[in-house]
């Protein structure tokens, strides 16, 4: 099974400062059709997972784009540029590339200092 | 809208089943395959089953298989996890996930979820 590692698994952040989670992959996720399966989740809290990204980089439908996706082959990075008061929550990474199972990170936990 | 509702938690003991629904609204249901998720108390994610979208294929976490069951009736638009010799470890909130269609990438809309507490 392909282990996803995310750091840091805690994120104290200054509203309007920016912020970066780093998930890496055991293996790499580029998949032999050339696409790298790479999402990222935000679970506020008492909420359900949303998905942000898709395929590193795909912003989904309504996510503000001071959230970024970026990496390739076994490094990923979600970034926020400004840090606002919604933005308090868990984020996953997952791996759909190598399946099954699909697997996520552990969860980095973003929270206003 | 695309809409996901699970329902079928509880509280139930050790070794005895529960069985999960999802009932799914607003998109070509009988297009997609569909997972169930599942998040300890406290924990993360941890993916479960998926059907494939005519029920043709079913693949398991290795946590539960030979326990769990996932299926789907296309008519009623709803899938279903039947949970079997259910452990303490299961206790989780299951979630009903949607998965791949063409257009589409999985794990797009996620249901609330339903609450499974396997407790003597």
């Known amino acids: 099974d392909v282990v996803m590692t995310q750091s840091p698994l805690f994120l104290p952040v200054t509203l309007g400062q920016p912020a970066s989670i780093s998930c890496r992959s055991s293996q790499s996720l580029v998949h032999s059709d050339g696409n790298t399966y790479l999402n990222w989740f935000q679970q506020r809290p008492g909420q359900s997972p949303r998905r942000l990204f898709y395929q590193v980089s795909n912003r989904d439908s309504g996510v503000p784009d001071r959230f970024s996706g970026s990496g390739s082959g076994t490094d990923f990075t979600l970034k926020i540029s400004r840090v606002e008061a919604e933005d308090v929550g868990v984020y996953y990474c997952m791996q759909g590339t190598h399946w099954p199972p699909w697997t996520f990170g552990q969860g980095t936990k973003v929270e206003i200092k | 809208q695309v809409q996901l509702v699970e329902s079928g938690g509880g509280v139930v003991q050790p070794g005895r089943s529960l069985k999960l629904s999802c009932a799914a609204s607003?998109?070509?249901?009988?297009?997609?395959?569909m997972h169930w998720v599942r998040q300890a108390p406290g924990k993360g994610l941890e993916w479960v089953a998926i059907i494939w979208y005519d029920g043709s294929n079913k693949l398991y976490a290795d946590s539960v298989r030979g326990r769990f069951t996932i299926s789907r009736d296309n008519s009623k638009e709803m899938v279903y996890l039947q949970m079997d010799s259910l452990k303490i470890e299961d206790t989780a909130v299951y979630y009903c996930?949607?998965?791949?269609?063409?257009?589409?990438?999985?794990?797009?809309?996620w249901g609330q979820g339903t609450l499974v507490t396997v407790s003597s």
């Open positions: 607003g998109f070509p249901f009988k297009e997609h395959g």
């Open positions: 996930v949607r998965g791949y269609f063409s257009g589409t990438w999985p794990f797009d809309y």
